[in-house]
């Protein structure tokens, strides 16, 4: 390709192409579902070992400011939360005490 896209990053976005009118490859095409799934899982599983990296020349870091992102900034929001403490039971919750369930 002219551009020096890597052809595993090409391949997935044409099996993504494909998913989003599987209807026509299957008609059209004589692909079954069950083939354009294969090709996603195999596509997939040729990109994911490189996911970091990918992720890594994007150079987004400084856009990317979400709490979770960080251990340290997770942990301080999971220490801020309240922890409510009871005796209620699983049954209280979803049957609401001692009434039966309703099917």
């Given at each position: 390709m002219a551009a020096k896209v890597d052809p595993t990053l090409s391949a997935l976005y044409e099996v993504g192409a494909a998913k989003s009118d599987s209807s026509g490859h299957v008609q059209n095409l004589g692909l079954s579902r069950e083939a354009l799934y294969g090709v996603e899982?195999?596509?997939l599983n040729a990109a994911l070992p490189r996911l970091d990296e990918r992720l890594s020349d994007l150079d987004?870091?400084?856009?990317?400011?979400?709490?979770?992102?960080?251990?340290?900034?997770?942990?301080?929001i999971m220490n801020a939360v309240p922890t409510f403490e009871g005796n209620a039971s699983?049954?209280?919750?979803?049957?609401?005490?001692?009434?039966?369930a309703k099917l």
């Open positions: 899982c195999e596509t987004i870091d400084p856009y990317c400011t979400a709490p979770i992102l960080s251990p340290d900034k997770w942990s301080g699983h049954a209280d919750v979803v049957h609401g005490g001692n009434k039966p």
